[in-house]
Structure formats: C-alpha cells, structure tokens
C-alpha cells in the first residue's frame, strides 16, 4: 500500500488496529484512530515503527468515576463514559448557566487533558470543568483537528454549502467515504464540480 492509497482511503479504527498489529506497532489496541493512522503513515513513508503518543496508555486502578466524582478530585483514571460527559455538563451549567455546547469542545478537551497530563500537570475535574467551559465560550472556530476527516469535512460542508443541513452534510460525507480522493471538503467539491460536466 502506498501512502496515498491509505490517505484516500477510509479505515475503521478496528481495521487500523489489525494493520497495526500485523506491521508491529506496540499497544495498538489502545492507541486512538489518529495516533493508529499516524503510527501507520509512518510506517508507509519510513519502514520504521514507532509509538505515536507519549501519553500513559496504562489505565489501571479504580477508575476517578467509581470514586465519586466531584471538583476537587484528581484526574487519575479518566473515563469518558456517561456519567463523566453529565458531570462536565451539570458542573459547566454551575460556572456558565446557559452554556451551549460547542461542536468539538469535548474533543479538545480530552486532547488538552491529555497534554497537560504528560507534562506533569497534575489536574483536578474542577480544571477540567473550567477548561470545558472555555472552549464552549470561544467565539472563534476551531482550528481543524489533523486526523478529523469527518469533523473537519463536515464543518467545511456546512460553511460552504449555503442552507445545509447537518443530515446533508453526512449523507455527502457516507458518499466521500467511498471514493479514491483524500477525505476532505475540498476533494468532495472537485469530483461534485466534475461530475457535473
């Protein structure tokens, strides 16, 4: 497989996993979707494997949500289960009454939990509520996310696409899904405007 073949293809994140496996990539089963297709890249444009993160991939001991979350409790075990998803949620609502959230935010949330983790920032799920509560409020867009294929396509979709729907904007996104082009909004509008001619 070529680089390109990969970049224009769709993987599922249990097809990276077993690609991963196979070439050797160390703890694949608990790497994400963009730390596996980076890993892969890598691999592809290399020969060399190696572990795409620095982050802990060990998650043993009682996970934080079975000790009871609340602000003051260090982040240690993180689930991002339902429970913690309603806690950030109902915590938010506390600081920020009102507060809608933004498509993305929980993403770089975990990105940013995650960052802050490695560094040896120690975090409490009060910092982690105050950080949530951030990105909600950002007024800005987001910058798009490396590996968001889906995020990034159909936040493009619906910035150019005059009166589209988020329905609309997935059902084209299933279609991308299918071709041989990168999966982006700009590649989805190349073969729109020439299927057209």
Same mark, same amino acid.
């Given at each position: 497989?070529?680089?390109?073949?990969?970049?224009?293809?769709?993987?599922?994140?249990?097809?990276?996993?077993? %690609?991963?496996?196979? /070439?050797?990539?160390?703890?694949?089963?608990?790497?994400?979707?963009?730390?596996?297709?980076?890993? /892969?890249?890598? %691999?592809?444009?290399?020969?060399? @494997?190696?572990?795409?993160?620095?982050?802990?991939?060990?998650?043993?001991?009682?996970?934080?949500? =079975?000790?009871? &979350?609340?602000?003051? &409790?260090?982040?240690?075990?993180?689930?991002?289960?339902?429970?913690?998803?309603?806690?950030?949620?109902?915590?938010?609502?506390?600081?920020?009454?009102?507060?809608?959230?933004?498509?993305?935010?929980?993403?770089?949330?975990?990105?940013?939990? =995650?960052?802050?983790?490695?560094?040896?920032?120690?975090?409490?799920?009060?910092?982690?509520?105050?950080?949530?509560?951030?990105?909600?409020?950002?007024?800005?867009? %987001?910058?798009? @996310?490396?590996?968001?294929?889906? @995020?990034?396509?159909?936040?493009? %979709?619906?910035?150019?696409?005059?009166?589209?729907?988020?329905?609309?904007?997935?059902?084209?996104?299933?279609?991308?899904?299918?071709?041989?082009?990168?999966?982006?909004?700009?590649?989805?509008?190349?073969?729109?405007?020439?299927?057209?001619?």
């Amino acid at each position: 497989m070529t680089v390109k073949q990969f970049d224009n293809g769709y993987w599922y994140a249990t097809e990276l996993k077993d %690609f991963a496996d196979r /070439i050797g990539i160390p703890s694949a089963n608990k790497l994400r979707k963009d730390e596996l297709e980076r890993a /892969i890249r890598l %691999f592809l444009e290399t020969g060399k @494997i190696k572990t795409p993160t620095k982050r802990s991939l060990s998650n043993s001991g009682t996970r934080d949500v =079975e000790r009871g &979350l609340r602000p003051d &409790l260090p982040v240690v075990v993180y689930t991002n289960d339902k429970e913690t998803k309603d806690f950030l949620e109902r915590e938010s609502q506390k600081l920020a009454p009102g507060l809608k959230r933004k498509s993305g935010a929980r993403y770089r949330l975990n990105r940013w939990r =995650e960052e802050q983790l490695v560094k040896g920032i120690k975090l409490t799920y009060g910092d982690l509520v105050e950080e949530y509560v951030r990105l909600n409020q950002t007024t800005k867009p %987001f910058v798009h @996310i490396p590996h968001g294929r889906y @995020i990034n396509f159909v936040a493009d %979709f619906l910035a150019a696409e005059k009166g589209a729907t988020r329905e609309q904007a997935i059902r084209e996104w299933k279609k991308l899904k299918t071709l041989d082009v990168p999966k982006d909004y700009r590649s989805w509008a190349r073969y729109q405007s020439a299927k057209r001619r």
